[in-house]
C-alpha cells in the first residue's frame, strides 16, 4: 500500500502568513492526490483535487501543487478562518490519508 | 446537492458488532453516479478508510479491516450500512459516510460523523 507522509503535523502561523504543508507519497502516483480542511467536530472538506484543481467555491488562497511523490498545499494569506488540520489523500488500489497537518495560531 | 446522515448506536460492547447506518438525501442510491463508502476517525487520529460499495452490491474493503466489515445497500430505503464484527477500544471512532463520484478517487461530499464508543 501506498503511505503518505505529511509534514510537518503541526505548525504555529499568524494571520497574513503564507503556509505550505508537504504530502510524501511512498510511490509515485503521477497527480492523483486530493487535499482536505478539518476543523474540530466537522468532516473532512474537499479543498483541492488532482494536485492542483482548486474545488468550488474554495477561496484562491489555497492552491496546490506537485507530481509523482511529492506534493504541497499552499495557503497565501491565512485567515482565521483557516485555523484547522489538513489532509492529503491518494487512491491506489483503495483510498489512503496522510497524517494530518495541524494548523495552529501563533 | 446529496446529503448524508449518519445513524446507530453511540455505544457498542466489546465483542459485539457495531452497526450504523447512512441515510442519503437529495439524490438516489441507485443512480449510479456514485460509490457509498465509510471512513472512520478515532478521536485526535487520522483518517482511514474502511470500504465502500456500489450499486450493485459490489463491495470493496480495507484489507486490514476486511475480515469483520460487511458494507451493503438499501436501494428502497435509500440507505447504506457499515457491520463491524468483533469490536475492541480500538475501534471508537467517529463514523463518517462519504461519497465519491464515480471515475474520481476523492471524496465530495460526507456525513456530519457520528461517534461510536466500544465499551462495557
Known amino acids: 500500500a501506498i503511505q503518505l507522509t505529511q509534514s510537518p503535523s503541526s505548525l504555529s502561523a499568524s494571520v497574513g502568513d503564507r503556509v505550505t504543508i508537504t504530502c510524501r507519497a511512498s510511490?509515485?502516483?503521477?497527480?492523483?492526490l486530493a487535499w482536505y480542511q478539518q476543523k474540530p467536530g466537522k468532516a473532512p472538506k474537499l479543498l483541492i483535487y488532482?494536485?492542483?484543481s482548486l474545488e468550488s467555491g474554495v477561496p484562491s488562497r489555497f492552491s496546490g501543487s506537485g507530481s509523482g511523490t511529492d506534493f504541497t498545499l499552499t495557503i497565501s494569506s491565512l485567515q482565521p478562518e483557516d485555523f484547522a488540520t489538513y489532509y492529503c489523500?491518494?487512491?491506489?488500489?483503495?483510498?489512503?490519508f496522510g497524517g494530518g497537518t495541524k494548523v495552529e495560531i501563533k | 446537492q446529496v446529503q448524508l446522515q449518519e445513524s446507530g448506536p453511540g455505544l457498542v460492547k466489546p465483542s459485539q458488532t457495531l452497526s450504523l447506518t447512512c441515510t442519503v438525501s437529495?439524490?438516489?442510491?441507485?443512480?449510479?453516479?456514485?460509490?457509498w463508502s465509510w471512513i472512520r476517525q478515532p478521536a485526535g487520529k487520522g483518517l482511514e478508510w474502511i470500504g465502500r460499495?456500489?450499486?450493485?452490491?459490489?463491495?470493496n474493503y480495507n484489507p486490514s479491516l476486511k475480515s469483520r466489515v460487511t458494507i451493503s445497500v438499501d436501494t428502497s430505503k435509500n440507505q447504506f450500512s457499515l457491520k463491524l464484527s468483533s469490536v475492541t477500544a480500538a475501534d471508537t471512532a467517529v463514523y463518517y459516510c462519504?461519497?465519491?463520484?464515480?471515475?474520481?478517487?476523492?471524496?465530495?461530499?460526507w456525513g456530519q460523523g457520528t461517534l461510536v464508543t466500544v465499551s462495557s
Open positions: 462519504a461519497i465519491r463520484e464515480l471515475g474520481n478517487y476523492y471524496f465530495d461530499y
Open positions: 437529495g439524490g438516489s442510491i441507485s443512480s449510479g453516479s456514485y460509490y
Open positions: 460499495i456500489y450499486t450493485s452490491g459490489s463491495t
Open positions: 510511490q509515485g502516483i503521477s497527480s492523483a
Open positions: 488532482d494536485a492542483s
Open positions: 489523500q491518494q487512491f491506489n488500489n483503495y483510498p489512503g
